[in-house]
């Protein structure tokens, strides 16, 4: 059975950081493509981080530069690391995995929609 359940949320002031962690089970996150999304309110999903199973990374053009995705393959655990946070990252962030989902590993939330999710965490940045 696949499970993904995320951790780490919190409120942090600007310019300060967070580490998300989403434990997986039922599968091997270092043979899938895994993703961060998130969503504010009144706002629709978008994505934030993806790592294929080669270890490319892809991100969001405003998450360059001050977020970073890696994976622990022996815990099974995929991690966000936020840095730089401002008030416009204030959202709930949400794990992803495309579980036996082929080559595609890119951000567009059509393509993760029917794949797994978490439950996700908040993140809330006050300026």
């Known amino acids: 059975q696949v499970q993904l359940v995320e951790s780490g949320g919190g409120s942090v002031q600007a310019g300060g950081s967070l580490r998300l962690s989403c434990a997986a089970s039922g599968f091997r996150v270092s043979s899938n493509c895994m993703g961060w999304f998130r969503q504010a309110p009144g706002k629709e999903r978008e994505g934030v981080a993806s790592i294929d199973s080669y270890g490319i990374t892809t991100y969001g053009d405003s998450m360059k530069g001050r977020f970073t995705i890696s994976q622990d393959n022996a815990k099974n655990t995929l991690y966000l690391q936020m840095n730089s946070l401002n008030p416009e990252d204030t959202a709930m962030y949400y794990c992803?995995?495309?579980?036996?989902?082929?080559?595609?590993?890119?951000?567009?939330?059509?393509?993760?929609?029917?794949?797994?999710w978490g439950q996700g965490t908040q993140v809330t940045v006050s300026s």
């Open positions: 992803a995995a495309r579980v036996w989902g082929g080559t595609y590993c890119g951000l567009t939330y059509r393509s993760w929609a029917t794949y797994y």
